[in-house]
């Protein structure tokens, strides 16, 4: 199935609202919105918009124009000036240092200095461990670097600090899935759609894990909520499309939807993107039309990288000797 892909965000006014000083922190009884932070790993992970506010600490003027400094230059990915800017913030305004850490962290991370990241979240840590927006960007590294368990245990932390961040339960579902846990993946994106009903990405994610699972009437739900809210994104196309020609389960496979899926995620992608292709050969297969499955996935094959040829070969096979593939579940 396709992944989600992964969309590098603008960083201008970055900024922990957990972290101020207390008086300029929401009341204990609301619920806060999200922080920059937490609406940075919502971008980060699946595409949510987001809008960030040109704030900073009021404690110190001077600082806080070094810091609007550094959030313009890392706009423009001027990283060395931006933490130049940051360094001289924390040497005017040692009351705040926990916030240019954080934005500080951040920015290493998005030019691609893990090391200096984790070592400027856990700082944050140190000064204020009260601080859940430090352990989502901890998480975020070691995610890049494929360590799901420790973004697991980052992320859990997080929630402990603030139960309401959705982009925790975002991320953790999508570790959860990386580790093969289907079932914890699923329960995180329940609670990521309790708080964010029309997010269509997060339904086609919660799709996925129940299809793995083989709860295959909430898939087909969940990939059609995707599809109203988000008629014409390729990978939703294309997942629904497989998902109604290759299902394990007979009831839910149907070849003419699965046609139209790959026809319009064909359409959508100008024919560009060879999984469109290999769709299309799964549905014209699904039809019992193995001839022109067996042409699909030779047009795939030319246009597919060379670290997907060996899948496509194998369903080639499987076209010529007449028989249709059929994705397992883990139930």
């Given at each position: 199935?396709?992944?989600?892909?992964?969309?590098?965000?603008?960083?201008?006014?970055?900024?922990?609202?957990?972290?101020?000083?207390?008086?300029?922190?929401?009341?204990?009884s609301?619920?806060?919105?999200?922080?920059?932070?937490?609406?940075?790993?919502?971008q980060?992970?699946?595409?949510?918009?987001?809008?960030?506010?040109?704030?900073?600490?009021?404690?110190?003027?001077?600082?806080?124009?070094?810091?609007?400094?550094?959030?313009?230059?890392?706009?423009?990915?001027?990283?060395d000036?931006?933490?130049?800017?940051?360094?001289?913030?924390?040497?005017?305004d040692?009351?705040?240092?926990?916030?240019?850490?954080?934005?500080?962290?951040?920015?290493?991370?998005?030019?691609?200095?893990?090391?200096?990241?984790?070592?400027?979240?856990?700082?944050?840590?140190?000064?204020?461990?009260?601080?859940?927006?430090?352990?989502?960007?901890?998480?975020?590294?070691?995610?890049?670097r494929?360590?799901?368990?420790?973004?697991?245990?980052?992320?859990?932390?997080?929630?402990?600090?603030?139960p309401?961040?959705?982009?925790?339960?975002?991320?953790?579902?999508?570790?959860?899935?990386?580790?093969?846990?289907?079932?914890?993946?699923?329960?995180?994106?329940?609670?990521?759609?309790?708080?964010?009903?029309?997010?269509?990405?997060?339904?086609w994610?919660?799709?996925?894990?129940?299809?793995?699972l083989?709860?295959?009437?909430?898939?087909?739900?969940?990939?059609?909520?995707?599809?109203?809210?988000?008629?014409?994104?390729?990978?939703?196309?294309?997942?629904?499309?497989?998902?109604?020609?290759?299902?394990?389960?007979?009831?839910?496979?149907?070849?003419?939807?699965?046609?139209?899926?790959?026809?319009?995620?064909?359409?959508?992608?100008?024919w560009?993107?060879?999984?469109?292709?290999?769709?299309?050969?799964?549905?014209?297969?699904?039809?019992?039309?193995?001839?022109?499955?067996?042409?699909?996935?030779?047009?795939?094959?030319?246009?597919?990288?060379?670290?997907?040829?060996?899948?496509?070969?194998?369903?080639?096979?499987?076209?010529?000797?007449?028989?249709?593939?059929?994705?397992?579940?883990?139930?």
């Amino acid at each position: 199935m396709p992944h989600s892909s992964i969309c590098i965000i603008a960083i201008l006014g970055l900024f922990l609202a957990a972290a101020l000083p207390c008086s300029a922190q929401s009341p204990a009884s609301e619920t806060p919105p999200p922080t920059a932070v937490q609406q940075s790993v919502q971008q980060t992970t699946y595409g949510a918009p987001l809008q960030v506010p040109h704030t900073a600490p009021a404690s110190s003027a001077p600082a806080t124009e070094h810091y609007r400094r550094a959030q313009t230059l890392a706009a423009q990915k001027k990283w060395d000036e931006s933490k130049a800017e940051l360094s001289e913030a924390m040497r005017l305004d040692p009351i705040n240092t926990h916030v240019y850490y954080l934005f500080r962290s951040q920015v290493h991370r998005l030019e691609g200095d893990y090391d200096d990241a984790v070592r400027d979240a856990e700082m944050v840590m140190t000064l204020r461990p009260q601080v859940a927006d430090a352990y989502l960007l901890r998480a975020m590294v070691w995610s890049k670097r494929g360590m799901h368990q420790q973004t697991v245990r980052d992320l859990d932390k997080a929630l402990e600090l603030e139960p309401e961040t959705l982009a925790a339960y975002v991320m953790r579902g999508n570790a959860h899935r990386a580790l093969g846990d289907e079932s914890r993946a699923l329960a995180d994106y329940t609670e990521a759609l309790r708080r964010s009903p029309k997010d269509a990405t997060l339904h086609w994610n919660r799709g996925n894990a129940h299809w793995q699972l083989g709860h295959n009437a909430e898939a087909q739900a969940d990939y059609e909520a995707a599809l109203t809210l988000e008629p014409a994104k390729p990978q939703f196309l294309l997942t629904a499309a497989s998902f109604h020609s290759t299902c394990a389960d007979p009831a839910f496979r149907n070849a003419a939807k699965a046609f139209d899926y790959a026809k319009r995620a064909g359409e959508a992608t100008n024919w560009t993107d060879w999984t469109a292709l290999a769709a299309l050969a799964d549905a014209y297969a699904e039809a019992g039309d193995f001839a022109n499955a067996g042409q699909m996935t030779a047009k795939a094959l030319e246009a597919a990288p060379v670290g997907e040829h060996a899948w496509l070969r194998d369903r080639q096979t499987m076209f010529q000797a007449g028989k249709s593939f059929r994705t397992a579940s883990k139930r």
